[in-house]
Nanobody, 119 residues
């Protein structure tokens, strides 16, 4: 059974930083592209970033490009999202997900971690 457990969310002031982590189990982590998806209150899910199986390629939504960095450690079955220069509009629940977008019908999600950017 696929299990994805996110951590690292919290309350941060605008301009601050957070690092999200996702512990994966129940599947061969290194065989999967992985993504981060977020969902703000009252809005649909939004793809944030995607990393290839090897970690050699990374892709970002325009809204976070230059501020966020996705990475993975296949030896530890871990996915990360370093978030810098956070803005109030980054406030959302962040989900670790399998797949290139995390939005396909068979993509799996974790339970999510809340990120709140506010002064």
């Amino acid at each position: 059974e696929v299990q994805l457990v996110e951590s690292g969310g919290g309350l941060v002031q605008p301009g601050g930083s957070l690092r999200l982590s996702c512990a994966a189990s129940g599947f061969t982590f290194g065989n999967y592209d992985m993504s981060w998806v977020r969902q703000a209150p009252g809005k649909g899910p939004e793809w944030v970033s995607h990393i290839s199986r090897s970690g050699g390629s990374a892709y970002y939504a325009d809204s976070v490009k230059g501020r966020f960095a996705i990475s993975r450690d296949n030896a530890k079955n871990m996915l990360y999202l370093q978030m810098n220069i956070l803005k109030p509009e980054d406030t959302a629940v962040y989900y670790c997900a399998t797949g290139r977008t995390g939005l396909a019908e068979d993509d799996a999600w974790g339970q999510g971690t809340q990120v709140t950017v506010s002064s």
